[in-house]
Every structure is written in C-alpha cells, then in structure tokens.
C-alpha cells in the first residue's frame, strides 16, 4: 500500500536526560475524542506518513527514538517482564503469548519518552496509561484484537469503570527483529515492518467518536530473534 508522506526538516531524538523537548507553550489537546485535532498536530511533525485510508486514522514515523534510547528501554523491559494478559479471555491459550513489563515512571528515560509522545500529539498525559513495554521471542504472538475494551464485554468495568475507554495508542518498535514481528491492520491491508524506533500511532475511534473496528490488528509471528516495543495508551477521562 502507497503512504502519503508528509515532508519537514529533521527532529531531534529523544535522549535520557532531555526532559523538556520543547514542551513550552505546547496546547494541549485533551484526551484524544477530539480525533481530528490529534491527527492535525500529528501531521504537523516532521517525517509522518500517513496510511491513505477512510476507514481509519494511522500514522507511522521512522527514527521517532534513537537507538540509545531504544536500547535502554529494553533493558527495562527485560528487568520487570511477566507473561502478557488479556481481557475477556476467549479460550484460546495462544491467543497472546508475549511478556509485558510495566516500566517506571519514575525513571529519566522513561519520563523523556513520555514528554517526546505529548509534545508530539498534544494528548494530555493526565490520560495516559503508564507506559508498558512488550517481549516476542520465537513463535509468540498476540492475534487480532483492538485496544479498546467491548462495553458488552466481562471485564469492561474492571478496566473502564474508572478512566472510561481507550481512545489513541502509539507503538514504537525498539528493534527489529531477525525474521517475523510485523504488526497487521487487516482492515486496510496494512503489515508494518518492525524498525527501531519506528512510532506507529492510530486512532481507536471513529471521526463521530464511537469505537472503530477497523483497527483492528495483529502482533504477527516472530520467527527469528527476539521483538521489543513499548506501548502507550490514553483514556476517555483521566488516569487512576
């Protein structure tokens, strides 16, 4: 599939330390409902494709974090992982076999990363999940699924009672792995090959609000090596 790419002078990295990443003067757009502001400021950053689609909003930037940073945020993962979970569990124990690791506020790296995602969105961070990072080794995976919760679904209170449903994700890959680990939109015919600090950012709703099937996505096999991302999800009202 053809991307539309939108041209600007190059960005600057994200590095441990830099906490600031011209955060000052910033509007801040809200908690993501407000689809079209995001993808304007979306579309306003350097280097952004844009898949050229009407049935969703998906965008994808490479180099969007540096390979130090990459590095580091894998070391973190590698140091807190536990097996991934889901929601409304279907019976299918392959359904997702990857590890998930909750990553420190706290930590300088993972507090620059947080600031590079609101500089370039302009969601407001009070709507943001802390950020997770996942492992695939060989053969894992986590099959078609959407990021949003289903309000008919069993655990929908247990995730959504308190801060209300999921509205954008953006995924950086922090490496690629040696075979395998693409990630698949079947909606639009889409398969994104992993690259590191390739960003991949979609919006999980529709343009009048309501949740978008058509993001619905695959974490394809891994067949050789290991895959690393880190993921960050907002929320219709704020966190915790």
């Not at 079209?36 to 280097?47: C, H, K, T, V, Y």
């Not at 990553?103 to 790296?109: E, H, Q, S, T």
């Not at 500089?119 to 080794?137: D, I, M, V």
Request: glycine share 10%; hydrophobic share 40%; proline share 6%.
């Amino acid at each position: 599939m053809r991307l539309t790419l939108f041209s600007a002078p190059p960005f600057r990295h994200v590095v441990a330390g830099d906490m600031t990443l011209a955060m000052t003067d910033m509007t801040l757009l809200g908690n993501g409902l407000e689809g079209q502001a995001i993808a304007r400021r979306i579309l306003s950053q350097p280097g952004v494709q844009k898949v050229p689609s009407p049935k969703l909003d998906l965008f994808l930037v490479r180099d969007f974090l540096d390979a130090d940073t990459c590095a580091g945020l894998i070391d973190q993962i590698d140091a807190v992982r536990r097996p991934s979970t889901i929601a409304d569990p279907n019976g299918d124990a392959a359904f997702r076999t990857s590890e998930t690791g909750d990553l420190f506020a706290g930590d300088p790296l993972v507090q620059a990363v947080e600031a590079r995602f609101t500089a370039f969105t302009g969601l407001h961070p009070a709507h943001g999940e802390p950020l997770q990072g996942q492992r695939y080794a060989v053969g894992q995976e986590f099959k078609g699924h959407t990021d949003y919760f289903e309000p008919d679904g069993a655990d929908y209170d247990r995730y959504c009672s308190v801060a209300g449903n999921r509205t954008w994700t953006l995924m950086v890959y922090l490496n690629a792995p040696e075979a395998g680990g693409a990630t698949r939109f079947k909606a639009v015919d889409k398969i994104v090959q992993p690259e590191t600090g390739k960003l991949v950012a979609w919006n999980n709703r529709r343009p009048d609000g309501t949740l978008n099937p058509a993001t619905l996505h695959q974490g394809m096999k891994v067949r050789a090596g290991t895959k690393y991302v880190i993921t960050k999800w907002y929320r219709e009202r704020v966190w915790g």
